[in-house]
Every structure is written in structure tokens, then in C-alpha cells.
Nanobody
Framework: QVQLVESGGGLVQPGGSLRLSCGASGMIFSISAMGWYRQAPGKSRELVATITRGGSTDYTDSVKGRFTIPADNRKNTVYLQMNSLKPEDTAVYFC??????????????WGQGTQVTVSS
């Protein structure tokens, strides 16, 4: 079983910055990719950014140039550095990770979510 725990959400003014963290733990053999998704009230969950173990990244258009997704593979941890935040970035942010367990099984796990609110 694999668990993901996020931290770092909160309230920030427009134009400000926040850094989210997500650590994966449990019976992990390897992680192939991790990512961040978000869900605003009344909207479906959307992909924000992903990173593969090899370091390839992908971002949704609305956050390109403002968000980055660094990772520490040794710690099974991924971050989301959010700069120049806008009110439309307000959402619950979820961490996602996929890979294989020590038993050789594929896993895809989600964190519990952390609230990000951008407001003056």
C-alpha cells in the first residue's frame, strides 16, 4: 500500500507564491511519475503538472511560466512551486503518484488534497 501526503496549502494574495509538498511512503519499489491536479468548486479535477522519474515535465497551459514541479527522487517527494498566483488558481490541489510496489504490482495513489485560496 502506498500513501501520499500533501502539505503547504493556504491563503495567499494575488501575485503571491506558495510551495506545495507531497511525500510518498509505503511498499514502494519504484515511482514512474508524480503529478499535481486541482479541483475548483463546481468544476471537474484537472491536471496541473506532471514529472516523470527521468525528469520530463508537462504543464497545463494556464500555469506555464508560473508553476514548476521539482522532485526529489531519493525522498519520493514532489513539489509544486506556484508563483504569480491568480484568483482562478483557487482550488483543492491533489498529489498523484504511480509506479510499482515491492510486490511487483502497479499502483496509482492520491493524496487527501490541500486547499489553496488566492484572494485579497
Amino acid at each position: 500500500q502506498v500513501q501520499l501526503v500533501e502539505s503547504g496549502g493556504g491563503l495567499v494574495q494575488p501575485g503571491g507564491s506558495l510551495r506545495l509538498s507531497c511525500g510518498a511512503s509505503g511498499m514502494i519499489f519504484s515511482i514512474s511519475a508524480m503529478g499535481w491536479y486541482r479541483q475548483a468548486p463546481g468544476k471537474s479535477r484537472e491536471l496541473v503538472a506532471t514529472i516523470t522519474r527521468g525528469g520530463s515535465t508537462d504543464y497545463t497551459d494556464s500555469v506555464k511560466g508560473r508553476f514548476t514541479i521539482p522532485a526529489d527522487n531519493r525522498k519520493n517527494t514532489v513539489y509544486l512551486q506556484m508563483n504569480s498566483l491568480k484568483p482562478e488558481d483557487t482550488a483543492v490541489y491533489f498529489c498523484n503518484g504511480e509506479g510499482r510496489t515491492v510486490a511487483g504490482e502497479r499502483f496509482r495513489s492520491w493524496g487527501q488534497g490541500t486547499q489553496v485560496t488566492v484572494s485579497s
